[in-house]
């Protein structure tokens, strides 16, 4: 695959997302030159209005600086779900905006008419020549600006091609979309009126690209490929994904939130199984999913999805319960006190890393635009970063003996099962199980 040669040392595993946060803030800091912020959302509270200060900060310390910020146009003008009804975050880009001036640019992408139906889910913040990467989002869990957390994978990787092709794609394939607008200032069009530049967008991105060329690798470089992926048909990143894991030879590692993996997916991992090759899949407890609600706090349907998801996996799991018996299949469930599992990824073979905002599920695989950055190390150069950060999730896991170990659906809150129920009757959960 064309790919950019990057020194190993210039890539960094970083160990959480506090560091996450106080790396962002001092490469938003000491920027000279550009930033472009890449992300389905930055959300309205402490952690969001940090990212936005420091950002108007360092826009005074040196007006020439470039910022820019891409996030979901749906997401941007809707509350949070289960709160009441607002103007979302789009509120207070206009407020900054407002007070300091147009100084930091905020896009709104609308990937699809609807949000249900696909949102932006590109990933990567840019400053200058580094590039962060994560499936995180901005706002106060993401960053642990008040204790909690929701855990992801953090990476920064500092190479000047790369950088230029990850803001090259969203100055060419967003920037300049008649879809894409501008959320800082008012008027806002509506969506309606966008239906036709949207239809017109969704077409390009089906055959978007990033800018990559076929670098020479020396000695103990690593290939360094980012990939694009939407749509269901010629989608780069689904592809790549499969094609990683029909060539596993020994082990595959795979990291997602909620397990609802593709067909395409559960297909190829059995045939891994019958091939003899050694999968672990870690997974976030229920009780670490974004939409749990504890037993003792009022419940709303939103809290039906840790629940299926779990069902999911249960499945999974009895349906190879042969390959977990003798070790061949190992499904961890990770869990840290009210602390929520955002990972995404692979690690293949000790040579290959997929790090991805994609959930590795049906939505991400067909509905939303997403990317990731394909790491390939021949000289084993990163074995000792990824076997730290693989070590350092365990710690916080528990890997399932059978399938008894998960929860029994009998067992589940009066509300659960008969949503559960209903959903079976007109078998109504396949159909979720594709949207989520």
């Not at 940090?50 to 007006?63: D, F, I, K, S, T």
């Not at 989608?235 to 994904?241: A, K, P, S």
């Not at 073979?349 to 635009?369: F, K, M």
């Amino acid at each position: 695959m064309p790919a950019f040669a990057v020194r190993p040392d210039d890539i960094q595993t970083l160990d959480g997302p506090a560091s996450f946060r106080k790396t962002l803030l001092k490469l938003i800091e000491q920027a000279k030159h550009r930033i472009v912020l890449v992300a389905l959302y930055l959300q309205d509270d402490d952690a969001g209005r940090e990212v936005l200060e420091a950002l108007y900060a360092a826009h005074r310390a040196n007006p020439t600086l470039d910022i820019e910020i891409y996030v979901d146009w749906h997401r941007a003008r809707r509350g949070l779900i289960g709160k009441t009804a607002s103007e979302g975050n789009a509120a207070m880009y206009r407020e900054y905006a407002a007070q300091y001036g147009d100084a930091v640019k905020v896009y709104g992408v609308p990937v699809q008419n609807r949000e249900l139906f696909g949102v932006l889910h590109l990933k990567g913040f840019i400053i200058d020549d580094d590039v962060l990467y994560s499936g995180a989002s901005i706002n106060d869990v993401y960053l642990a600006k008040h204790g909690r957390y929701r855990l992801d994978r953090y990476h920064l990787i500092h190479h000047v091609g790369l950088a230029d092709s990850m803001v090259r794609f969203a100055k060419h394939y967003l920037a300049e979309s008649d879809a894409v607008t501008r959320l800082d200032q008012r008027p806002l069009p509506s969506t309606r009126d966008l239906q036709t530049a949207i239809r017109h967008l969704r077409r390009t991105l089906q055959h978007a690209h990033y800018t990559t060329p076929h670098a020479a690798l020396k000695d103990g470089d690593v290939a360094v490929t980012p990939l694009v992926g939407f749509g269901r048909s010629d989608n780069q990143l689904n592809d790549t994904v499969s094609t990683l894991l029909r060539r596993t030879r020994k082990r595959v590692v795979i990291f997602t939130p909620y397990f609802n993996l593709p067909r395409q997916v559960r297909a190829v991992l059995g045939h891994l199984l019958r091939r003899g090759c050694t999968i672990d899949i870690m997974v976030g407890d229920k009780t670490a999913n974004d939409f749990y609600i504890p037993p003792q706090e009022p419940f709303r349907k939103i809290g039906l999805l840790p629940y299926l998801y779990e069902n999911n996996l249960r499945r999974f799991a009895r349906n190879h319960r042969a390959h977990m018996l003798r070790g061949q299949l190992n499904l961890w469930l990770w869990c840290d006190g009210g602390n929520s599992y955002h990972l995404k990824g692979l690690l293949v073979d000790e040579e290959i890393a997929l790090l991805t905002g994609n959930n590795l599920n049906p939505r991400a695989w067909a509905l939303d635009l997403e990317n990731g950055l394909l790491l390939h190390d021949p000289s084993h150069q990163l074995i000792a970063q990824h076997e730290a950060e693989w070590a350092a999730l365990r710690r916080h896991a528990i890997r399932l003996d059978d399938y008894h170990t998960l929860d029994n659906p009998r067992h589940y809150p009066a509300e659960v099962r008969t949503l559960l129920r209903r959903l079976r009757r007109v078998r109504l959960d396949r159909m979720l199980n594709r949207l989520l």
